[in-house]
């Protein structure tokens, strides 16, 4: 490794230190090592849907594919030919405006669903959604605008017949937790692996010990539970 690369890694690590803390650090020297989790949060869609209101005019909308350029320079660092997988998929991505430009988008899978962080892809059962990839223009984050849209997108899919909503974030992301805690999601079970080299353990467990929850086989790995799995390139 050059000194260059190390010393940018040291200033990234000094970074991450001064704004999340030494454990989000470490957590982020396992993830690029040897082990990667993320907690996934669910909610059932039974019952009343609370109104969150944003801080600035919203209209919210399904992408069309005319707006696919718009999208990208929005999300510049997305690669075109994931967009296009995950279109021809079946997932569908929820745009917010704010009086013309897109501010806010996240996108929705059925039935599977793949997690990029740690290459592996989940299982829903029929009357599940899996909501992911949520972004806000950073001059637009802190007004209620993720909460306000993941709302609608609840109402909407309850509407739809939908009854279990789940959605996976880093633990240490403090702004995705807090805004995915004001729409209603709560703490349901950590998923993630162990790897030695180019063998990883993937694991899904409760939160805080053992469950009995309804929604226990509504969202499953879709590799064999436990098994030694070879990474899986997508
Ligand atoms: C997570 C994210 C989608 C939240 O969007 P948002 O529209 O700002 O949501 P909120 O307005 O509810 O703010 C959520 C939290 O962000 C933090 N926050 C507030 N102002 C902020 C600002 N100007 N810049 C960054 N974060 C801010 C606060 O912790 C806030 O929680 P609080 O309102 O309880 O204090 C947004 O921060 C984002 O795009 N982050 C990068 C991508 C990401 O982490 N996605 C989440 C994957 S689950």
């Known amino acids: 490794m050059s000194t260059l690369k190390l010393l940018l890694i040291l200033k990234r690590a000094c970074k991450v230190f001064w704004e999340e803390g030494g454990k989000s650090v470490w957590f982020k020297m396992l993830g690029e090592t040897v082990y990667r989790r993320l907690l996934i949060m669910a909610r059932h869609l039974d019952g009343d849907i609370t109104e969150i209101p944003a801080r600035v005019p919203l209209t919210m909308e399904l ?9 990208l320079a929005f999300r510049n660092e997305t690669d075109t030919a994931e967009l296009y997988r995950r279109l021809n998929e079946g997932n569908c991505c929820f745009v917010a405006r704010s009086e013309g430009p897109i501010v806010h988008a996240v996108w929705a899978a059925r039935r599977r669903a793949w997690i990029d962080y740690l290459s592996c892809e989940i299982q829903l059962g029929p009357d599940a959604i899996y909501i992911y990839d949520s972004f806000t223009s950073p001059g637009f984050r802190g007004k209620n605008i993720a909460p306000f849209h993941a709302n ?10 939908y009854r279990h909503i789940f959605v996976a974030v880093l633990p240490e992301n403090k702004a995705g937790l807090n805004a995915l805690e004001k729409a209603g999601p709560r703490p349901f079970k950590i998923i993630g692996y162990v790897r030695i080299f180019f063998w990883r353990r993937y694991f899904l467990r409760v939160v805080g010990g053992c ?11 879709a590799s064999k539970k436990g098994d030694w799995t070879t990474c899986r390139a997508k």
């Open 152 to 161: 609608k997108i609840l109402q909407y899919f309850r509407d739809a017949g």
């Open 63 to 71: 992408l069309k594919t005319t707006e696919i350029d718009e999208y």
């Open 211 to 221: 469950s009995n929850s309804p929604m226990d086989t509504v969202l499953q790995l």
